[in-house]
């Protein structure tokens, strides 16, 4: 769109460029013709009409020329235009998808973020295991000889109940 809105941006400017001169062309010859014109009604004379057929024919070419020029350059302004509508849109277009580039930026790096604060509990909690899994093997230790003094008491407080 770019390329195609710097073509017809180029081609307005050589469309209004060539409009200027055959304005510019007009303008020039214009005087020339109004003078012409007063001398003819002026002496009515035959000479003097012929002298400014010459000037009249190139005024009628200028405008002859002026038509397609100015026909050519609203087409391109309509073109510009046109494809500037859809710049504009193309560009709101932009716009959002860069909003949700970013939000999608931002959601990725808050889920980084949870991930990390997850590892570190992860690790945490497997530390707190490990050190669990050393003091219940301590204690574990420590309980064997006592289930078996728990048992031998138990035993002897059973052999001395009445039967």
């Known amino acids: 769109l770019d ?10 400017a050589a469309v209004e460029k060539i409009n200027q001169l055959t304005k510019a062309e007009e303008a ?5 013709v109004d003078a012409q014109k007063r001398i003819i009604t002026d002496n009515e004379g035959e000479g003097v009409a012929v ?12 405008k002859a020329a002026l038509g397609p020029l100015e ?11 046109t494809d500037t ?5 193309k560009e709101v277009e932009v716009a959002k998808a860069e909003a949700d ?3 999608a930026k ?5 889920a980084q973020k949870t991930i990390e604060i997850s590892m570190k509990e992860i690790a945490d909690k497997t530390k707190a295991i490990a050190e669990g899994k050393v003091e219940l093997s301590k204690m574990e230790r420590q309980i064997t000889p006592q289930r078996d003094t728990v048992k031998k008491l138990s035993d002897q407080y059973f052999a001395l109940l009445p039967k």
């Not at 390329?3 to 307005?12: M, N, R, T």
């Not at 020039?28 to 020339?32: G, Q």
């Not at 509508?85 to 849109?89: D, H």
């Open 28 to 32: 020039r010859i214009a005087p020339l």
């Open 71 to 81: 026909a050519q350059l609203t087409e391109v302004r309509t073109k510009l235009a």
């Open 101 to 103: 580039v970013a939000n």
């Open 85 to 89: 509508k859809i710049v504009g849109a």
């Open 3 to 12: 390329a195609v809105f710097i073509k017809l941006k180029g081609e307005l």
């Open 51 to 62: 002298k400014s057929e010459p000037v009249q024919a190139l005024i009628v070419a200028a």
């Open 106 to 110: 931002k959601t990725r790096l808050d």
